[in-house]
């Protein structure tokens, strides 16, 4: 779709969509999303691969999935938790190339 074609942004979809990149937007929560990519991980596990306790882990994995970011699923006292569908790992995936460190350098556009 061209940008005349698309739909204007509703006042209610922007303020979902700021608050869900401003959930990502913490430094511990994107560690976490990019530790979790498509793979399903329990807070244990997500807390000692990004050096933080599971009190704080679990903290922020409550923003996440308050956000709508990520799912959780409950299997007997073991709470796993996943990116919610495969549009968000791409948009991570987009957001971690174009945004990492050798990306974000000036070059010369030809």
């Known amino acids: ?17 700021a608050d869900a990149l401003k959930a990502m937007g913490h430094p511990l929560r994107w560690r ?3 530790t979790l990519g498509a793979d399903e991980m329990m807070v244990g596990e997500l807390a000692s691969r990004t050096g933080t306790t599971q009190s704080n882990m679990s903290q922020h994995l409550d923003q ?9 699923r ?11 569908n495969e549009a968000l ?19 010369p556009r030809s």
Do not use: F, H, W
């Open 32 to 34: 976490i999303l990019c």
């Open 64 to 72: 996440l999935r308050n956000k709508r970011i990520l799912v959780s």
């Open 1 to 17: 779709m061209s940008e005349e074609e698309q739909e204007p942004v509703s006042p209610e979809d922007a303020v979902l969509t």
């Open 74 to 84: 409950k299997e007997g006292n073991r709470i796993y938790y996943r990116v919610r």
């Open 89 to 107: 790992l791409e948009l991570i995936d987009n957001m971690r190339s174009v945004l990492c460190e050798a990306n974000l350098e000036d070059s």
